[in-house]
């Protein structure tokens, strides 16, 4: 049965219980505690470059590192949360301080939403929607892993992989509302998935992440007002996002948006300044990919389900009680580990969803809409066009 997303959100996809979910469970922090000597060789091994294989060459390589900068060093997102630029309380200073005490009174909610939308672009931000935070999607604790030894490389031992330390998550019932930054990754990178090169768009993806729901937050606090910025950390960001209008959930277990498809890092910010919340959007991601298929016919470690969505589940990395496409996550990551750039990104790649704007695309995406009967002549259509195939990373460095 179809869920009926726009009338319900992420909620259409519940089918039982759904208890909050543990950070400790979630695959990229998962691996430091279940599995320590995969962790080793994703996160904290060097990864030796191949001269003679392009998209994994030491400028590739080097290309990917620096995107990621911004949000190793100060971001934080991705590792622990609540800490540096996503710290859940980080005052203004200096002459940018507000007088004690000094609040916008009685906030009309939907002249703030337009504020805070029109900040959050005005910084760069791709995509902003509000949503009533839903209690379900946020972590029950977080996860915070033991590492101490700041060196690439070095010996890490068993101890500090294994020994990290969930927190509970209490959240202030007064924080009502989810404002959720989809930031765009780069198109023409993500052509050449599953190489260091478009590992760069997921890197910069990253690295703005934390800027942008930083940067909102600190405009919130400016307005007297409390406001937690995320990245990856403290809740699950598609449901949150499904809920704020920006698009719906597709096979590959990530958000569809209308204009870039699966192509978006997705940031958080919750906060108790009164807002007004998006609708949820129905744009026909459900019937499309269950004709589609490419992202499972094209997923290197055959994580993605060719079938019928269901409510199976692979691991204790999938959350029971939710009726969609079950990613496994043990086998995805292991591939990326494998791949020796700690990405894949081939899902997006090969989405047909995944388009540069034109009148074209466009066109295809409201007959997805409109007309789910010719879904399978759409994806021909896109195999026709080659648009899921594959660039020749040699050829990156060649262009202005």
């Given at each position: 049965m179809k869920p009926r997303v726009g009338e319900l959100g992420a909620s259409a996809y519940v089918s039982g219980p759904v208890m909050r979910f543990s950070e400790k469970y979630m695959m990229f922090r998962r691996v430091m505690w279940d599995s320590p000597d995969l962790a080793r060789r994703l996160y904290f091994t060097p990864k030796h470059p191949k001269a003679d294989k392009p998209g994994y060459t030491l400028l590739d390589m080097a290309f990917r590192n620096a995107t990621w900068d911004l949000e190793r060093d100060f971001g934080m997102g991705n590792r622990s949360g609540n800490a540096m630029l996503t710290a859940w309380e980080r005052p203004t200073k200096g002459e940018f301080a507000p007088p004690q005490g000094l609040k916008l009174e009685s906030p009309?909610?939907?002249?703030?939403?337009?504020?805070?939308?029109?900040?959050?672009?005005?910084?760069g931000a791709s995509l902003v929607g509000i949503a009533a935070l839903d209690m379900r999607w946020v972590y029950s604790h977080s996860y915070i892993p033991a590492i101490k030894n700041p060196f690439l490389g070095a010996a890490i031992p068993d101890e500090e992989l294994t020994n990290g330390q969930e927190r509970a998550i209490e959240i202030d019932p007064a924080f009502k509302w989810a404002i959720v930054i989809a930031v765009e990754m780069d198109y023409?990178?993500?052509k050449y998935s599953p190489t260091y090169l478009s590992g760069a768009g997921a890197g910069l993806g990253y690295s703005k992440m934390p800027f942008y729901a930083a940067l909102v937050a600190q405009f919130i606090r400016g307005l007297g007002y409390r406001a937690i910025p995320q990245g990856n950390d403290t809740s699950l960001a598609v449901p949150l996002a499904i809920d704020a209008g920006l698009g719906e959930l597709g096979r590959n277990g990530l958000l569809i948006t209308p204009r870039f498809g699966p192509r978006v890092r997705l940031a958080k910010v919750f906060t108790d300044l009164p807002l007004a919340p998006d609708k949820p959007l129905d744009m026909g991601v459900w019937e499309f990919c269950r004709a589609c298929?490419?992202?499972?016919?094209?997923?290197?470690?055959?994580?993605?389900?060719?079938g019928e969505p269901s409510e199976d589940i692979h691991n204790v990395s999938n959350r029971p009680g939710l009726y969609r496409w079950a990613v496994n996550g043990e086998t995805c990551i292991a591939f990326w580990e494998k791949n020796n750039s700690a990405s894949c990104l081939n899902c997006i790649r090969v989405c047909p969803f995944n388009k540069p704007d034109g009148w074209m695309h466009d066109a295809v995406r409201w007959g997805i809409r409109r007309f789910p009967v010719a879904n399978r002549l759409f994806v021909w259509g896109d195999d026709v066009f080659g648009y899921s195939r594959r660039g020749n990373p040699a050829r990156y460095w060649e262009r202005p």
């Amino acid at each position: 049965m179809k869920p009926r997303v726009g009338e319900l959100g992420a909620s259409a996809y519940v089918s039982g219980p759904v208890m909050r979910f543990s950070e400790k469970y979630m695959m990229f922090r998962r691996v430091m505690w279940d599995s320590p000597d995969l962790a080793r060789r994703l996160y904290f091994t060097p990864k030796h470059p191949k001269a003679d294989k392009p998209g994994y060459t030491l400028l590739d390589m080097a290309f990917r590192n620096a995107t990621w900068d911004l949000e190793r060093d100060f971001g934080m997102g991705n590792r622990s949360g609540n800490a540096m630029l996503t710290a859940w309380e980080r005052p203004t200073k200096g002459e940018f301080a507000p007088p004690q005490g000094l609040k916008l009174e009685s906030p009309d909610p939907a002249a703030m939403s337009l504020a805070v939308k029109k900040v959050a672009r005005f910084a760069g931000a791709s995509l902003v929607g509000i949503a009533a935070l839903d209690m379900r999607w946020v972590y029950s604790h977080s996860y915070i892993p033991a590492i101490k030894n700041p060196f690439l490389g070095a010996a890490i031992p068993d101890e500090e992989l294994t020994n990290g330390q969930e927190r509970a998550i209490e959240i202030d019932p007064a924080f009502k509302w989810a404002i959720v930054i989809a930031v765009e990754m780069d198109y023409r990178v993500s052509k050449y998935s599953p190489t260091y090169l478009s590992g760069a768009g997921a890197g910069l993806g990253y690295s703005k992440m934390p800027f942008y729901a930083a940067l909102v937050a600190q405009f919130i606090r400016g307005l007297g007002y409390r406001a937690i910025p995320q990245g990856n950390d403290t809740s699950l960001a598609v449901p949150l996002a499904i809920d704020a209008g920006l698009g719906e959930l597709g096979r590959n277990g990530l958000l569809i948006t209308p204009r870039f498809g699966p192509r978006v890092r997705l940031a958080k910010v919750f906060t108790d300044l009164p807002l007004a919340p998006d609708k949820p959007l129905d744009m026909g991601v459900w019937e499309f990919c269950r004709a589609c298929k490419k992202c499972a016919k094209h997923c290197p470690s055959q994580s993605i389900p060719h079938g019928e969505p269901s409510e199976d589940i692979h691991n204790v990395s999938n959350r029971p009680g939710l009726y969609r496409w079950a990613v496994n996550g043990e086998t995805c990551i292991a591939f990326w580990e494998k791949n020796n750039s700690a990405s894949c990104l081939n899902c997006i790649r090969v989405c047909p969803f995944n388009k540069p704007d034109g009148w074209m695309h466009d066109a295809v995406r409201w007959g997805i809409r409109r007309f789910p009967v010719a879904n399978r002549l759409f994806v021909w259509g896109d195999d026709v066009f080659g648009y899921s195939r594959r660039g020749n990373p040699a050829r990156y460095w060649e262009r202005p």
